[in-house]
């Protein structure tokens, strides 16, 4: 089990890709002609493809990725799903945020896995999301969660410079929507949801304040949200789980242009930010877990790709053993899921318990709702 050699805590820093990325497109089966046949419109070319091996390669846009992986420190999960994948973008999220295949949660994973860090919610900081709204992986009763768009715009009734004239500005707030929905738990939630942005927006005001990089971020959301994550961290804020997303992966149509835009994106964001990290001496107690809901189909519609299965993930850092994990699915037409998708060959919730019990030293099972195969020796 590995154990952080600077003396802190394990921190996990999460990018999830909204839309359901191609993965087939990502690391491609470029040494196979089945691939080229299925794909006639929507393909890499062999020339373009990074190779990795004489049967699969990275994406040309993904070279920061690539090379990190070359330098051992990207770890690929092959072919990760969960039995009867769903194809509706909102009801696989919401398996992937829940764990719950079989039935409707309210109870995010990571909002778990911050009630096991921080019980008694001293820290509002614990989970931080970058982006619009909060996932619902990080969402649960009675844990307290920050959410910011941007750091450099962040802040509650900034106008209102008194702590006390923000309660007191929150507690009108629900008073006039007391009237509308009632009292009870729900306005209980509300109001304690303020109070805690409110900590937390105190706290996060520190974190530009204290930061100076010489890492020079690409003017782009995922590259912006990492930074804002990587400023969290510096801060030394007492950040347990970061959260961002990157939307846009699903392509329909017009992959071929929207897909490497986006791939260039997050691997250029990646690269600045673990750079970014190791220039300030504080990669060593992070990892980075990258998904999507579901990976695309094999066979192209002409100039996309629709819903499918088999995707694949990534955990990035220092201290993961890069390499291939699980194993690629099989593009052989006779092992074509429903004649059109890739078989799954790895479950999520294994990728998560290694996280969890590996990285994390959390309790995976309550989380997951269960046991699953874990991936080995991917710590060093």
Known sequence: MPATTNGK?????VVQLGGGNDFMNTLIPYGSNVYYDSRPKVNIAQEDVLPMNDMYGWHPMLGPLRDMFDAGD???????GYPNSSRSHFRAQDIWHTC?????????????????????????????????????????????VTSVGSLDNYGLMTGLSDQQERVQALTTFKDMYSQAIGTGPV????????????????????????YKSNVEYADNPIAQSL???????????????????????????????????????????????????????AAENVIMMVWTEFGRRIKDNGSGTDHGS???????????????????????????????????TYDYRGYYSTILEQWM????????????????????
């Open 361 to 380: 030293k959390v309790e995976a099972k309550p989380v997951v709702n269960g046991s699953y195969e874990q991936l080995q020796g991917i710590f060093n």
């Open 9 to 13: 805590p394990p921190v996990l820093v």
């Open 100 to 144: 719950e295949p079989d039935k409707i949660s309210t109870e995010g994973w990571l909002g778990k896995v911050i009630r096991e860090l921080d019980p008694n919610g001293d820290n509002p900081l614990t989970g931080v999301n970058f982006g619009r709204g909060l996932s619902r992986s990080l969402a649960l009763s009675g844990v307290p």
């Open 227 to 281: 930074r804002d994550a990587a400023r969290v961290h510096l801060a030394d804020l007492g950040a347990r789980i970061l959260y961002t997303q990157q939307g846009g992966y699903d392509v329909h149509a017009n992959e071929n242009p929207t897909q490497p835009k986006l791939l260039g994106d997050l691997a250029g964001a990646i690269r600045d930010f673990w750079d970014d990290l190791r220039q300030h001496d």
């Open 74 to 80: 990207v770890a690929v999960i092959q072919g990760i």
């Open 187 to 210: 306005m209980d939630y509300l109001a304690q949801t303020g109070l805690d942005v409110l900590r937390g927006a105190e706290e996060l005001k520190k974190a530009p304040q204290l």
């Open 310 to 344: 088999g995707g694949g993930a990534f955990l990035i850092g220092d201290r993961v053993n890069g390499g291939l994990y699980s194993e690629y699915p099989s593009i052989d037409p006779s092992q074509w899921l429903n004649g059109e998708d890739m078989v799954h």
